[in-house]
């Protein structure tokens, strides 16, 4: 395969004393999505930050596309085409989707371009355009993370960070998300990397995935690897082992093989 | 008994023993068996703690008085339900008071007690439930009691099934199971019946009566279970106390197996003698937090686990500020200072000692505070040997850690260090009262009161152990020097003879191997092939920190393994522990076994060593690769 987009090395990244992330190392490919599974507190969001430049590595590199890029401002990373789109939304909701759509090509002072980004999301995302000029906190939760990804997108970049476009979604708006994400991928050929906690859905979109506890990773493989696991099918993806009994409520012990 | 011909008594610790060890009968504080000194104590420390246990966050305590009657309702119960004196009960539960209480319990009635590891497979305890012809099975939690009922139907001859822990099983509904409240219930209806049968039973038992039954981890065919009587144990007790004096106020720490002799010894029976306190660890996991809150007096552990701590220790001194890292390497130069003049049974210069006073208020003693060894009169290693580089870094920290060995068959002491007899690399002298000799082969031979009775329904394999002289074959190779002190080199079955006819023992280099703070454990490969290899298992925590200090990139354990860097770091430490050996004996390749093991994996014994046999097996491709 050929040299990968991005790629990280030893990273570790403190909370003051505490060390969120104790060492990860991982490769994301052009065009791929990379899945980052793991619980609550394994350090994945940290690891966002910290290649989005929110936060400094103490150690370790992140290359991109050949340049080192860990400890870099967050302003510097979005220009080099690394667009992170945050966990929670966090869309400005007094100011107008338009508006809002028009922060994210911040960056960029193209016109034309911004206004073929801007059709570009239109085009996925129909019910922003219908919107367009509504106050962004008036949206629905579902629409809110459309914003988010499609602020995204304004910037042009190369390559995406998702962290948890799921959260706090009905079954049926992750379904609609995660489709557009994956008509993203395959018509963009844009490249991905996306942490979650529902890991079914990760993994029917992921082409690799990386599984963290915390703050190293323990698994490594492409989605289908993963999936044939049987600590994620125990752990991440709910299937009841069989057991003697019904209503088991112990599971066995991982071991990440 | 006639009070004129009990042998002469001496006092330690305020109780009672035999003057000259190792002579029948072997009394302590007057009793005869573990049952009846199990029963004077209780009536005499009544209320006074004799366990703790963490319930939802806080130490709780448990009286000897509960212990009373906790084992007397279980022994109560058992009877009751058809348990014969001479049957055998099994208990599969990690370490909690209900252990102490079952095991005590069924030796009262008269029953023998033996354990399973929690990390056994459900087909494991079903061999181990028929060969020892079980009558009853405790189980701990809901996780155990699915393997029972995996195998319900291969263990016909099982009465019933006892569960400890009634999370998640509510709407359990089998005839066979039942809940330990409810076999409390029987014990107590039992106990109001014949009031004064339980002490009789107690009365019955002779010291040459089986009270345990310990089933030997077995690297090669199928476990067998070694019988030890109520006289061996008591033998065990007698020496502990010579050897080990434990103080009636000393904290405990219970977290190894109870199922292990050594476990079961420091914290079931020694405690029946010097009445100190156990404090049972929350989980294998927590064992280092449990040691901190405890702070035990005494503390008995594998070398793993002290080679933990040691670790620990090292990365956070590599992650303080300067001074502080400076501040400890001094302080820690004076230790080894002091640490050489101790261990060498010399006085310690006052020059020496006001350093090390000083250091020690500075840093050591908080150190010590932080790991939970403050309050640590001495510290105890076996199992399995320790690198003598880690016993001196104890004694420099002022832990005063000794090493000692037994096993099995020898009811759980053979021969140990002490204060006062102490030499590093070796695993002391004989206990009192206990003789050990080397046989023409070069194998260790023991003789004395804690050898074991045979192995359960095996008459073979116990004739093949003992000698046609009643001596113990430990299969332990050895040798003793000039001064008696003994030293194990190898195994007599893992001796290797090379394809060109050399005889090597395997255990010596493998645990040259393991004293390097990379490797776990190792097993050398060579029987009847041109040269020797191993295969290696890493330290996992410390070769990830080596990894990362030196930006060696990986992502999970197996490529952890295959990073070039990491394989030239155990190429390094190998070629270290070639130039101590003889060309023959030098390890020509090595493979780095790639995959987690842990204790459920049939690799590995419950103390987390490396089977033999197993290993060659499972890895036989990296083997093959090798040659």
Same mark, same amino acid.
């Given at each position: 395969?050929? !040299? ?25 490919? !052009? ?28 150690? *370790? ?12 401002? #967050? ?17 400005? %909701? ?7 759509? @028009?922060? *994210?090509?911040?960056? @960029?002072?193209? /016109? ?52 948890? %476009?799921?959260? *706090? ?5 992750? $379904? ?7 008509? +993203? ?19 029917? +979109? ?18 289908? $690897? ?24 112990? /599971? ?6 | ?30 009793t005869q068996t573990i049952v009846s000194l199990f029963k004077k104590r209780c ?28 084992a007397?309702?279980?022994g ?15 208990? +599969?539960?990690?370490?909690? =008071? ?5 095991d005590l319990g069924i030796q009262c009635v008269g029953g ?82 014949? #009031?004064?049968?339980f002490e009789?039973e107690i009365e019955k038992a002779q010291p040459?009566d089986?009270g ?18 109520q006289?061996?144990v008591m ?37 029946l ?9 929350? @989980? ?10 405890? &702070? ?10 002290? !080679?933990?701590?040691? &670790? ?9 500020? %300067? ?25 310690? %210069? ?51 850690? +000794? ?43 023991? =003789? ?38 003994? /030293? ?31 490797? @776990? ?66 390890? =020509? ?39």
């Amino acid at each position: 395969m050929s !040299e990968p987009i991005l790629k990280i090395r030893n990273i570790e990244s403190f909370y003051g004393p505490i060390m969120a992330i104790r060492g990860v190392s991982l490769d994301v490919h !052009e065009g791929r999505v990379v899945s980052i599974l793991g619980a609550n507190g394994a350090g994945k969001t940290t690891l966002m930050k910290t290649i989005s430049g929110v936060m400094d590595p103490e150690k *370790g590199t992140i290359t991109f596309d050949g340049n080192d890029i860990q400890g870099s401002e #967050p302003h510097k990373v979005v220009q080099q085409g690394i667009v992170h789109v945050p966990e929670g939304r966090e869309v400005f %909701p007094l100011l107008t989707i338009d508006e809002n759509l @028009s922060l *994210g090509a911040y960056t @960029s002072s193209d /016109k034309g371009q911004i206004e073929h980004d801007r059709e570009l999301v239109f085009n996925y995302f129909p019910i922003l355009k219908e919107r367009r000029n509504q106050e962004a906190g008036t949206l629905s939760g579902g629409q809110q993370q459309m914003l988010a990804i499609g602020r995204g997108l304004m910037a042009n970049p190369r390559i995406m960070l998702l962290d948890e %476009p799921s959260l *706090g979604l009905s079954p049926l708006l992750v $379904q609609e998300i995660f489709t557009i994400l994956k008509r +993203l991928n395959e018509e963009q050929n844009m490249t991905m990397m996306l942490v979650e906690q529902n890991a079914s859905a990760a993994l029917n +979109l992921a082409h690799d995935g990386y599984v963290m506890e915390v703050g190293r990773i323990v698994m490594d493989g492409t989605a289908e $690897q993963l999936m044939a696991s049987e600590d994620i099918q125990n752990f991440y993806l709910g299937v009841q082992e069989e057991g003697e009994r019904e209503n088991r409520r112990w /599971k066995r012990k991982k071991t990440w093989r | 008994m006639d009070a004129t011909t009990l042998p002469a008594q001496t006092v330690i610790n305020g109780v009672s023993f035999n003057s000259t060890p190792g002579q029948r009968p072997v009394k302590v504080d007057g009793t005869q068996t573990i049952v009846s000194l199990f029963k004077k104590r209780c009536a005499e420390l009544g209320d006074r703690t004799a366990h703790r246990e963490k319930d939802f966050g806080i130490w709780k305590t448990y009286s000897w008085a509960d212990y009373w009657t906790r084992a007397k309702w279980i022994g109560l119960a058992l009877r009751k339900l058809g348990l014969q004196r001479g049957e055998v009960v099994s208990i +599969l539960s990690e370490d909690r =008071k209900e252990w102490a209480y079952a095991d005590l319990g069924i030796q009262c009635v008269g029953g023998i007690a033996s354990g399973v590891y929690t990390t056994d497979s459900a087909s494991q305890l079903a061999y181990l439930i028929n060969d020892s012809d079980s009558r009853f099975l405790i189980v701990e939690n809901e996780e155990q009691l699915d393997k029972y009922l995996q195998i319900e139907a291969q263990v016909p001859g099982l009465l019933n099934v006892i569960i400890l822990e009634d999370e998640g099983l509510h709407d359990l509904d089998h005839a066979r199971c039942m809940l330990i409240d409810d076999l409390y219930k029987i014990g107590q209806q039992a106990e109001k019946d014949e #009031p004064t049968v339980f002490e009789a039973e107690i009365e019955k038992a002779q010291p040459q009566d089986i009270g345990l039954l310990i089933y030997t981890s077995g690297t090669t065919g199928m476990p067998k279970g070694a019988m030890l009587s109520q006289e061996n144990v008591m033998a065990g007790i007698e020496a502990g106390a010579h050897r080990l004096p434990v103080e009636e106020t000393d904290e405990q720490l219970c977290f190894l197996p109870l199922c292990h002799i050594l476990e079961r010894n420091v914290s079931i029976y020694f405690p029946l003698a010097c009445k100190a306190t156990v404090n049972f660890a929350e @989980s294998p996991e927590t064992v280092f937090a449990n040691l901190q809150e405890v &702070s035990p007096a005494t503390f008995v552990a594998v070398p793993r686990v002290w !080679e933990k701590i040691y &670790s620990q220790v090292l990365i956070l001194t590599q992650d303080a500020t %300067p001074a502080g890292r400076a501040a400890f390497g001094m302080a820690l130069k004076v230790g080894f200072e002091r640490a050489e003049y101790l261990l060498n049974n010399k006085p310690v %210069p006052a020059g020496v000692a006001a350093k090390f006073w000083l250091w020690d208020r500075l840093v050591l003693r908080n150190l010590r505070r932080m790991l939970g060894m403050d309050n640590m009169r001495r510290g105890g290693s076996g199992a399995a040997p320790i690198s003598p580089e880690l016993l001196k870094w104890y004694w420099a920290i002022g832990v005063p850690l +000794l090493e000692g060995w037994g096993m099995t068959e020898t009811s759980g002491l053979g021969s140990i260090n002490t204060f006062e007899e102490n030499k590093i690399g070796t695993i002391g002298k004989p206990v009192p009262g206990y003789e050990i000799r080397i046989a023409d082969d070069g194998e260790i031979q023991t =003789k004395g009161l804690n050898n074991f009775k045979g192995y359960w329904r095996n008459n073979e394999k116990t004739a093949e152990t003992f000698t046609d002289d009643g001596w113990l074959r430990t299969g332990d190779i050895g040798e003793i020097d000039a001064d008696g002190y003994l /030293k194990i080199t190898g195994r007599l079955k893992d001796i290797i003879i090379t394809a060109g006819g050399k005889n090597i023992t395997p255990a010596e280099i493998e645990s040259r191997l393991k004293f390097s703070h990379y490797v @776990s454990d190792a097993v050398i490969i060579g029987d009847r092939r041109k040269y020797l290899t191993s295969l290696i298992m890493i330290d996992q925590e410390n070769v990830e920190k080596y990894a990362q200090d030196r930006k060696v990139p990986f992502s999970n354990f197996a490529s952890l393994c295959a990073a070039q860097e990491i394989k030239d770091l155990i190429a390094e430490e190998v070629n270290a522990v070639n130039k101590e050996f003889a060309r023959v004996e030098q390890i =020509k390749d090595f493979r780095l076994i790639d995959v987690l093991l842990t204790a459920e994996d049939e690799e590995l014994t419950a103390t987390m060593k490396l089977k033999r046999s197993y290993v060659e097996k499972a890895h036989a491709h990296l083997i093959d690769d090798m040659y």
